[in-house]
């Protein structure tokens, strides 16, 4: 059997430019997919990698982490200036 594709909803800072994802959208992914994997997808440079946040359903984790179908994850990218 084929496995499903997953549903997660991602919301992102603009900085952040995640080509064809809009912030607040809903988003298939397959299955077993981590948040690097979602990244690499969206053709974010591996270097900038760790300079994004995660969360997901409102709780900070790592790259690694294995989204699960409805997961909510926000990305940020933290910005200073002065």
Same mark, same amino acid.
């Given at each position: 059997?084929?496995?499903?594709?997953?549903?997660?909803?991602?919301?992102?800072?603009? $900085?952040?430019?995640?080509?064809?994802?809009?912030?607040?959208?809903?988003?298939?992914?397959?299955?077993?997919?981590?948040?690097?994997?979602?990244?690499?997808?969206?053709?974010?440079?591996? $270097?900038?990698h760790?300079?994004?946040?995660?969360?997901?359903?409102?709780?900070?984790?790592?790259?690694?982490?294995?989204?699960?179908?409805?997961?909510?994850?926000?990305?940020?990218?933290?910005?200073?200036?002065?």
């Amino acid at each position: 059997k084929k496995a499903e594709p997953m549903k997660i909803k991602i919301k992102f800072s603009a $900085i952040l430019n995640l080509h064809g994802v809009t912030s607040g959208s809903e988003i298939e992914i397959k299955d077993g997919s981590t948040i690097t994997d979602l990244l690499t997808l969206y053709r974010i440079k591996e $270097i900038q990698h760790h300079y994004i946040i995660s969360f997901v359903n409102g709780r900070n984790q790592r790259s690694s982490y294995t989204l699960c179908n409805g997961d909510s994850l926000n990305l940020l990218l933290p910005a200073g200036g002065g």
